[in-house]
């Protein structure tokens, strides 16, 4: 069984499920920042899913994507990484510079993830970066072998390879992520007992998680319900401290501007804690079926109301019997089996053709 380090790099080197006979697909899955604290919490946790399937796996850090010197640093890196480790396939974990970075560092079958800004707007950075991020990402998606989007509303945003694009979302740790006593958690975080807490996870782009509307649409539900808190995250809570607030918040409140496949939504369904969000992303189809929760307009009056609903019921919901298939375990086969899918394509297109295949 493999050593498991968060370090530039995590190698598996001999995966537990796999036959002896048979080498499983070598993968270099590419992740940009450090690796630390909440930083592609999401991509982290599939890599480390990923290393306890039928496939070796090792893990590069994009450290530096700021300027031009520290990019041509990072490339050469890349290379090198690439050199030594000889990757079947090389997945990188986001778009835009990280894709795009990946497929000139190789020649060799590219996988990419795109998870929401990559192809989305952000309104929290310029429009010119903006852009030229996006059209980055639609460059790596034209050289990808194969392309994962956590949302259909992603892969309608692709520009080439829509066809070959799929939909697979991020996993959810079910083990982690679990109903736990509300009091015992709100004792261990410090809030008091009665306390009426809706949850937002304001992460490190408030404006595009639309947090002004959050807090508009909070002080309207107050006058509603009475004293209530509307307590934020932003991204600096350990991330296994985040199960203790979603067990022990009354609801969760998703404002976001664009989305790809939120997260803390499918973390907050494995905690049963009812959930309250505007139409964005794939919260719509995550939600079906999951009561009590709701989707609502972009509107603060119609929110509230919508949060006072949930609050006046005070009841979990039945949010984790529609998460269950979305378990890390269950999203690291299919992905598996993309990776296996694009390996054997490759390795079939370069044998020689002989006489009785003809």
């Given at each position: 069984m493999a050593a498991t380090m968060e370090s530039d790099v995590l190698v598996q080197t001999q995966p537990r499920s796999c036959v002896a006979a048979v080498r499983s697909p070598r993968v270099l899955a590419v992740i940009p920042?450090?690796?630390?604290?909440?930083?592609?919490?999401?991509?982290?946790?599939?890599?480390?899913?990923?290393?306890?399937?039928?496939?070796?796996?090792?893990?590069?850090?994009?450290?530096?994507?700021?300027?031009?010197?520290?990019?041509?640093?990072?490339?050469?890196?890349?290379?090198?990484?690439?050199?030594?480790?000889?990757?079947?396939?090389?997945?990188?974990?986001?778009?835009?510079?990280?894709?795009?970075?990946?497929?000139?560092?190789?020649?060799?079958?590219?996988?990419?993830?795109?998870?929401?800004?990559?192809?989305?707007?952000?309104?929290?950075?310029?429009?010119?970066?903006?852009?030229?991020?996006?059209?980055?990402?639609?460059?790596?998606?034209?050289?990808?072998?194969?392309?994962?989007?956590?949302?259909?509303?992603?892969?309608?945003?692709?520009w080439w390879g829509r066809n070959k694009a799929v939909v697979v979302p991020s996993g959810v740790d079910l083990s982690l992520f679990r109903p736990m006593d509300k009091e015992q958690c709100r004792r261990t975080i410090g809030w008091r007992k009665g306390m009426k807490v809706i949850l937002f996870n304001a992460g490190r782009s408030p404006s595009l998680k639309g947090l002004p509307l959050a807090r508009e649409a909070a002080g309207l539900a107050e006058q509603m319900v009475g004293p209530l808190e509307l307590f934020e995250l932003h991204g600096e809570t350990s991330p296994k401290q985040i199960p203790l607030y979603l067990n022990a918040a009354d609801c969760l409140l998703l404002t976001s501007q664009f989305e790809?496949?939120?997260?803390?939504?499918?973390?907050?369904?494995?905690?049963?804690?009812?959930?309250?969000?505007?139409?964005?992303?794939?919260?719509?189809?995550?939600?079906?079926?999951?009561?009590?929760?709701?989707?609502?307009?972009?509107?603060?009056?119609?929110?509230?109301?919508?949060?006072?609903?949930?609050?006046?019921?005070?009841?979990?919901?039945?949010?984790?019997?529609?998460?269950?298939?979305?378990?890390?375990?269950?999203?690291?086969?299919?992905i598996c089996s993309i990776y296996n899918s694009v390996v054997y394509s490759r390795q079939k297109a370069s044998t020689p053709t002989t006489a009785n295949d003809r």
């Open positions: 920042g450090s690796g630390e604290g909440m930083s592609f919490i999401f991509a982290r946790r599939q890599v480390a899913s990923l290393a306890e399937t039928c496939v070796e796996i090792e893990m590069f850090y994009l450290r530096s994507r700021r300027s031009v010197r520290q990019l041509v640093g990072e490339w050469y890196r890349l290379r090198k990484t690439v050199k030594r480790y000889s990757p079947d396939l090389i997945h990188a974990q986001y778009g835009t510079i990280t894709s795009f970075l990946c497929a000139c560092s190789s020649l060799r079958p590219l996988a990419v993830t795109f998870r929401g800004s990559d192809l989305n707007s952000d309104p929290s950075i310029g429009s010119a970066r903006r852009g030229f991020g996006f059209l980055l990402s639609q460059l790596a998606a034209l050289r990808a072998s194969a392309i994962i989007c956590v949302s259909e509303s992603l892969r309608g945003r692709l790809g496949s939120p997260n803390i939504v499918k973390e907050a369904m494995a905690c049963n804690l009812p959930v309250v969000s505007v139409d964005v992303g794939d919260v719509a189809e995550r939600l079906k079926g999951v009561h009590p929760s709701c989707i609502v307009a972009r509107d603060p009056a119609e929110i509230a109301k919508a949060v006072e609903s949930v609050l006046a019921l005070g009841v979990r919901s039945n949010g984790r019997e529609h998460v269950a298939h979305l378990s890390e375990a269950e999203i690291a086969r299919k």
